[in-house]
Protein backbone atom coordinates (compact mmCIF):
# COMPACT_ATOMS: atom_id res chain seq x y z
CA UNK A 1 0.00 0.00 0.00
CA UNK A 2 0.75 3.72 -0.55
CA UNK A 3 2.66 5.09 2.38
CA UNK A 4 0.73 7.86 3.90
CA UNK A 5 0.94 11.64 4.16
CA UNK A 6 1.99 12.88 7.89
CA UNK A 7 -0.91 15.01 8.98
CA UNK A 8 0.71 18.53 10.44
CA UNK A 9 -3.07 20.48 10.71
CA UNK A 10 -2.54 20.34 14.13
CA UNK A 11 -4.41 24.15 15.67
CA UNK A 12 -6.63 23.96 18.76
CA UNK A 13 -5.44 20.25 20.14
CA UNK A 14 -4.43 22.00 22.93
CA UNK A 15 -1.15 19.98 22.52
CA UNK A 16 1.78 20.17 24.95
CA UNK A 17 5.42 19.47 24.76
CA UNK A 18 4.80 15.59 25.84
CA UNK A 19 2.67 15.09 23.63
CA UNK A 20 3.95 16.57 20.55
CA UNK A 21 7.57 14.54 21.41
CA UNK A 22 5.45 11.62 21.33
CA UNK A 23 4.04 12.60 17.55
CA UNK A 24 7.45 12.94 16.28
CA UNK A 25 8.64 9.67 17.60
CA UNK A 26 5.67 8.18 15.63
CA UNK A 27 6.86 9.62 12.37
CA UNK A 28 10.16 9.29 12.55
CA UNK A 29 9.30 5.39 13.10
CA UNK A 30 6.92 5.92 10.49
CA UNK A 31 9.57 7.63 8.05
CA UNK A 32 12.44 5.48 9.10
CA UNK A 33 9.71 1.98 7.46
CA UNK A 34 8.29 3.86 4.44
CA UNK A 35 4.91 4.02 5.96
CA UNK A 36 4.56 7.88 5.62
CA UNK A 37 5.60 10.79 3.63
CA UNK A 38 5.67 14.53 4.14
CA UNK A 39 2.66 16.09 2.43
CA UNK A 40 3.13 17.90 -0.84
CA UNK A 41 2.30 20.93 0.11
CA UNK A 42 3.76 21.39 3.53
CA UNK A 43 2.05 23.69 6.35
CA UNK A 44 2.75 23.08 9.88
CA UNK A 45 -0.16 24.51 11.79
CA UNK A 46 0.52 24.00 15.42
CA UNK A 47 -1.20 27.29 16.62
CA UNK A 48 -3.40 27.67 19.91
CA UNK A 49 -1.42 24.53 21.59
CA UNK A 50 0.41 24.67 24.54
CA UNK A 51 4.07 24.16 23.20
CA UNK A 52 6.81 25.94 25.14
CA UNK A 53 10.26 26.82 23.74
CA UNK A 54 11.49 23.85 24.56
CA UNK A 55 9.14 22.16 22.67
CA UNK A 56 8.80 23.84 19.55
CA UNK A 57 13.17 23.74 19.86
CA UNK A 58 12.67 19.41 20.03
CA UNK A 59 10.45 19.73 17.06
CA UNK A 60 12.17 22.03 14.68
CA UNK A 61 15.57 20.21 15.77
CA UNK A 62 13.47 16.94 14.32
CA UNK A 63 12.10 18.31 11.00
CA UNK A 64 16.10 19.14 10.14
CA UNK A 65 17.35 16.12 11.44
CA UNK A 66 14.97 13.82 8.66
CA UNK A 67 15.32 16.91 5.95
CA UNK A 68 11.65 17.85 5.90
CA UNK A 69 10.86 20.76 4.09
CA UNK A 70 8.30 22.79 5.42
CA UNK A 71 6.21 25.89 3.43
CA UNK A 72 4.94 27.86 6.28
CA UNK A 73 5.03 27.61 10.35
CA UNK A 74 1.88 28.81 12.29
CA UNK A 75 3.01 29.59 15.61
CA UNK A 76 0.37 31.76 17.45
CA UNK A 77 -1.67 30.81 20.59
CA UNK A 78 1.38 29.15 22.17
CA UNK A 79 2.77 30.26 25.41
CA UNK A 80 6.49 30.84 23.35
CA UNK A 81 9.38 33.84 25.09
CA UNK A 82 12.19 33.23 23.15
CA UNK A 83 11.67 30.57 20.39
CA UNK A 84 15.77 31.17 18.97
CA UNK A 85 15.07 27.34 17.58
CA UNK A 86 13.70 29.48 14.32
CA UNK A 87 16.89 30.84 13.88
CA UNK A 88 18.64 27.26 13.50
CA UNK A 89 15.61 26.18 11.08
CA UNK A 90 15.85 29.49 8.72
CA UNK A 91 19.58 28.51 8.38
CA UNK A 92 19.03 25.20 8.01
CA UNK A 93 20.33 23.55 4.94
CA UNK A 94 17.55 21.89 3.80
CA UNK A 95 14.41 22.75 6.21
CA UNK A 96 15.42 26.68 5.83
CA UNK A 97 14.75 28.92 3.54
CA UNK A 98 15.04 29.06 -0.07
CA UNK A 99 18.37 30.12 0.10
CA UNK A 100 20.10 27.40 0.45
CA UNK A 101 17.13 24.94 -1.13
CA UNK A 102 14.91 25.06 1.74
CA UNK A 103 10.93 25.90 1.21
CA UNK A 104 9.79 28.08 4.22
CA UNK A 105 8.87 31.13 2.82
CA UNK A 106 6.33 31.74 6.16
CA UNK A 107 5.90 32.33 9.63
CA UNK A 108 3.07 33.58 11.65
CA UNK A 109 3.58 34.42 15.26
CA UNK A 110 2.81 37.20 17.71
CA UNK A 111 4.40 40.28 18.85
CA UNK A 112 4.65 38.43 22.43
CA UNK A 113 5.98 35.06 21.75
CA UNK A 114 9.11 37.06 20.97
CA UNK A 115 11.55 39.33 23.53
CA UNK A 116 13.49 42.06 22.01
CA UNK A 117 16.88 40.39 22.02
CA UNK A 118 15.34 36.93 20.48
CA UNK A 119 13.52 39.31 17.85
CA UNK A 120 16.51 40.96 16.77
CA UNK A 121 18.75 37.81 16.32
CA UNK A 122 16.14 36.75 14.52
CA UNK A 123 16.33 39.50 12.41
CA UNK A 124 19.88 38.97 11.97
CA UNK A 125 19.34 35.63 10.81
CA UNK A 126 17.13 37.08 8.09
CA UNK A 127 19.65 40.21 6.99
CA UNK A 128 22.34 37.13 6.49
CA UNK A 129 20.46 34.73 4.86
CA UNK A 130 18.72 37.77 2.55
CA UNK A 131 16.71 35.29 0.62
CA UNK A 132 14.66 36.80 -2.05
CA UNK A 133 11.97 37.22 -2.32
CA UNK A 134 11.94 37.55 1.70
CA UNK A 135 10.50 35.59 4.55
CA UNK A 136 6.75 36.76 5.00
CA UNK A 137 6.61 37.70 8.71
CA UNK A 138 2.74 37.27 9.73
CA UNK A 139 2.20 39.25 13.09
CA UNK A 140 -0.93 38.98 14.81
CA UNK A 141 -3.32 41.66 14.08
CA UNK A 142 -0.34 43.63 12.73
CA UNK A 143 1.13 44.37 16.11
CA UNK A 144 4.92 44.88 16.67
CA UNK A 145 4.21 45.85 20.32
CA UNK A 146 7.83 46.40 21.94
CA UNK A 147 9.02 44.56 18.55
CA UNK A 148 9.06 48.09 16.92
CA UNK A 149 12.18 49.25 19.16
CA UNK A 150 14.72 46.60 17.52
CA UNK A 151 12.93 46.53 14.17
CA UNK A 152 13.31 50.61 13.83
CA UNK A 153 17.12 50.52 15.12
CA UNK A 154 18.33 47.90 12.54
CA UNK A 155 16.09 49.77 9.49
CA UNK A 156 18.36 52.87 10.43
CA UNK A 157 21.41 51.55 11.58
CA UNK A 158 22.07 48.52 9.54
CA UNK A 159 20.38 49.20 6.14
CA UNK A 160 17.43 46.72 7.01
CA UNK A 161 14.86 46.82 4.81
CA UNK A 162 11.67 45.90 5.97
CA UNK A 163 8.42 45.33 3.44
CA UNK A 164 5.11 46.36 5.11
CA UNK A 165 2.51 47.48 2.86
CA UNK A 166 0.23 44.14 4.24
CA UNK A 167 0.80 44.73 7.97
CA UNK A 168 -2.15 47.10 8.43
CA UNK A 169 -5.52 45.46 9.70
CA UNK A 170 -7.81 45.16 6.32
CA UNK A 171 -4.92 46.28 3.94
CA UNK A 172 -4.04 43.70 1.71
CA UNK A 173 -1.85 40.94 1.68
CA UNK A 174 0.63 40.93 -1.51
CA UNK A 175 -0.14 37.96 -3.99
CA UNK A 176 1.88 35.30 -4.80
CA UNK A 177 3.16 37.29 -7.99
CA UNK A 178 3.61 40.93 -6.47
CA UNK A 179 5.94 38.61 -3.50
CA UNK A 180 8.02 37.04 -5.72
CA UNK A 181 9.25 40.91 -6.81
CA UNK A 182 9.31 42.24 -3.08
CA UNK A 183 13.29 43.18 -2.77
CA UNK A 184 13.11 43.43 1.00
CA UNK A 185 15.10 42.01 4.17
CA UNK A 186 11.45 40.90 5.85
CA UNK A 187 8.00 41.42 4.71
CA UNK A 188 5.27 41.76 7.60
CA UNK A 189 1.68 41.08 6.92
CA UNK A 190 -1.24 41.13 9.32
CA UNK A 191 -2.89 37.99 10.25
CA UNK A 192 -5.73 36.55 12.34
CA UNK A 193 -5.98 34.40 15.95
CA UNK A 194 -6.77 30.96 15.45
CA UNK A 195 -10.43 30.19 14.69
CA UNK A 196 -11.75 26.31 15.36
CA UNK A 197 -14.10 25.35 12.81
CA UNK A 198 -17.88 25.22 13.08
CA UNK A 199 -19.24 21.95 14.30
CA UNK A 200 -21.74 20.42 12.25
CA UNK A 201 -24.87 19.50 13.81
CA UNK A 202 -27.36 17.27 11.79
CA UNK A 203 -29.50 18.78 9.29
CA UNK A 204 -33.53 18.92 9.68
CA UNK A 205 -34.62 15.27 7.69
CA UNK A 206 -35.95 15.66 4.48
Not at 31 to 39: C, F, I, K, Q, S
Not at 65 to 72: H, L
Not at 175 to 190: F, H
Amino acid sequence: CQPGAIGLQLAGLGITDDRLASLTTTWRAALAAGEAVWPSRFVVDIRDNKITDKGLADFLAFLCEVGAQPEELLLIGNPLEEPHSLRDLLSHERSGLDKNGGKLWRVDISAGQFTCSCFWKFLETCAYMRPRPPLRLGLLRGELGELRLPLEFAEKNHSFVVHRSGLQMGSPVPSETVRLGINADLELVCTKPYEPPEEKGLTAWQ
